[in-house]
């Protein structure tokens, strides 16, 4: 049981759009600005793709973006293209001072 | 150019000890936080813990999970961070990864990443 829930799965269609949700507590995603989302390919190093809740780390596609409101953070990809298949993990610092995960969200580009 | 290599995974008993390393370039090594995460094959990603570099005195965080077993520790003059893991078990099994983040005091995003190293703890 990963302390933040995440969808298992979620799909889409190239050029849909998909949000991905993170939903934590007000000790973690609820209580400050350090939620992350990465991106991990089959047998390689996860990515960082948004950090404190909204940015994007340059290099990384404005089609990726993040949100928060509440207990809840959400990853929103627009235009989904096919290499955007890959694992989705959320992370957020917690009030103890350590770092949480989601169990992760497989997304599949139909 | 950030690189981040690590190296020392392997095959190790249960209740044995082993030291990973984190040969890092590219970047003034002393002045960042370093990080280790884990991933258990199949399975999501983990924190492990971090260190502080020695401006904030080399602090260090861990997980519960590896709380009392695993101790980070660093050599700025070699820009290695070693990940020591005592008294092993076979949850332990994972690809272990060493991160930097985005800035140098950054303890809570991972920026930038190695290639991982395997540890594999089975009798």
């Known amino acids: 049981q990963s302390p933040l829930t995440q969808p298992a799965s979620v799909s889409g269609s190239p050029g849909q759009s998909i949000s991905i949700s993170c939903t934590g507590t007000?000790?973690?995603?609820?209580?400050?600005?350090?939620v992350s989302w990465y991106q991990q390919h089959p047998g390689k190093a996860p990515k960082l793709l948004i950090y404190e809740v909204n940015y994007r780390p340059s290099g990384v596609s404005h089609r990726f973006s993040g949100s928060k409101s509440g207990n809840t953070a959400s990853l929103t990809i627009s235009g989904l293209q096919a290499e955007d298949e890959a694992d989705y993990y959320c992370s957020s610092y917690t009030d103890s001072g350590v770092l949480v995960f989601g169990g992760g969200t497989k997304l599949t580009v139909l | 150019e950030v690189q981040l290599v690590e190296s020392g995974g392997g095959l190790v008993q249960p209740g044995r000890s082993l030291r990973l390393s984190c040969t890092a370039s590219?970047?003034?090594?002393?002045?960042?936080?370093m990080s280790w995460f884990r991933q258990a094959p199949g399975k999501g990603l983990e924190w492990v813990g971090f260190i502080r570099n020695k401006a904030s005195d080399g602090t260090t965080k861990y997980a519960a999970s590896v709380k009392g077993r695993f101790t980070i520790s660093r050599d700025d003059s070699k820009s290695i961070a070693y990940l020591q893991m005592n008294t092993l078990k076979t949850e332990d099994t994972a690809v272990y990864y060493c991160?930097?983040?985005?800035?140098?005091?950054?303890?809570?995003?991972?920026?930038?990443w190695g290639q991982g190293t395997l540890v594999t703890v089975s009798s």
């Open positions: 991160t930097r983040g985005p800035w140098d005091t950054s303890v809570a995003v991972a920026a930038y």
């Open positions: 590219g970047f003034t090594f002393g002045d960042y936080v």
């Open positions: 007000s000790n973690d995603v609820g209580g400050n600005k350090y």
